[in-house]
């Protein structure tokens, strides 16, 4: 099945502080995870991906954690800035799967606003 | 190195009218997928094209096709349009054997009165 919001969540932080994004996933099968941020009148913009081999992976700024065992997918950005204003999308794709490779199902977003 | 384009970015039709948006991969991508993204809602997989074929579908009825040239770039055809088409619609591509790593465009904002 695809991942599906109810609601599209909001998180405000204070400049400086560290922010936490949560998604959780729904097809047990999928392999493969990315974090979008998607900023008003603009597409979808890579942050960072990771695979299921792996629960951890870093970035500039951002590291996303992988749970498997409850389907959680979670993105933090250190030092948040106001810059960091946008919605953040998780999409799942199972890699491995043949018939759905390439085909990313997004979650809903989290509306995230940094005040100055 | 330019990246995805999209064009138009911004188009008004009227309900029974036919639209054709238009995509331009990042420069060494081969595929493009496109997307329908309502206000508030996460991207929406419509079709998938790679060496010039749709290899991959999502829930979208046969209103919405296709087609991608020999040079990599893309088209989506919505035919009768209706209300509910309204929305975002965001071309991605990817690189060469990486189908499920995509690069957004900006989007072509597509209303229908």
């Known amino acids: 099945g695809e991942s599906v919001g109810l609601h599209l969540p909001t998180l405000s932080v204070q400049e400086g502080d560290n922010s936490i994004i949560n998604c959780a996933y729904s097809?047990?099968?999928?392999?493969?995870f990315i974090w979008y941020k998607q900023e008003s009148g603009k597409g979808p913009q890579f942050i960072i991906d990771?695979?299921?081999?792996?629960d951890k992976r870093q970035g500039q700024r951002v590291t996303v954690l992988l749970n498997k065992t409850v389907k959680h997918l979670s993105l933090q950005i250190a030092a948040t800035q106001p810059g960091d204003s946008a919605v953040y999308f998780c999409?799942?794709?199972?890699?491995?799967?043949?018939?759905?490779?390439?085909?990313?199902?997004f979650g809903q977003g989290t509306i995230l606003t940094v005040h100055p | 190195d330019a990246g995805v384009t999209q064009s138009p970015t911004h188009l008004i039709k009227t309900r029974g009218q036919q639209v054709t948006l238009r995509c331009s991969p990042k420069?060494?991508?081969?595929?493009v997928s496109w997307y329908q993204q309502a206000l508030g809602q996460g991207p929406q997989f419509i079709f998938q094209?790679?060496?010039?074929?749709?290899?991959q579908r999502g829930n979208f009825p046969d209103r919405f096709s296709g087609h991608q040239f020999p040079n990599y770039s893309s088209e989506l055809n919505v035919n009768a349009l209706l209300l509910g088409d309204s929305a975002l619609y965001l071309c991605?591509?990817?690189?060469?054997?990486?189908?499920?790593?995509?690069?957004f465009g900006a989007g072509t904002r597509l209303s229908v009165l």
């Open positions: 094209y790679y060496e010039e074929e749709e290899r």
């Open positions: 991605a591509s990817s690189p060469p054997a990486a189908k499920n790593i995509q690069y």
């Open positions: 097809n047990s099968a999928s392999d493969y």
């Open positions: 990771i695979r299921s081999n792996m």
């Open positions: 999409a799942e794709n199972n890699a491995a799967g043949g018939t759905s490779y390439g085909k990313l199902t």
């Open positions: 420069s060494g991508h081969d595929t």
